[in-house]
């Protein structure tokens, strides 16, 4: 398992990170606390404290973790 730290910010922040999990096959987790949600589920990411940085979870992919890594670059804070 690998965790880095995001910021989503607004809507369109949401909802392009969702547009770019789903082009990965595998499973990813958000967390907050222990609060804890599918990274492909836009539901899911809105009933989260988005004012916070959270916790994504890269559980199991085929993908390599460096594409994941660019592909969200941009959401991507130091910890």
């Known amino acids: 398992m690998k965790s ?3 910021k989503l910010e ?4 949401v909802k392009e990170f969702v547009s770019i ?7 990813f987790d958000l967390a907050s606390g222990r609060y804890i949600v599918d990274a ?3 539901m899911g990411i809105f009933s989260m404290d988005l004012s916070k ?3 994504l979870r890269i ?3 085929n993908e390599q973790k460096e ?4 592909a969200l ?4 804070v130091e910890e």
């Open 4 to 6: 880095i730290m995001i």
């Open 10 to 13: 607004t809507i369109e922040d």
């Open 21 to 27: 999990m789903v082009q990965f096959n595998g499973y």
């Open 40 to 42: 492909k589920s836009v």
């Open 53 to 55: 940085a959270l916790e």
């Open 59 to 61: 559980l199991e992919t």
């Open 67 to 70: 594409e994941i890594m660019a």
């Open 73 to 76: 670059k941009s959401f991507i």
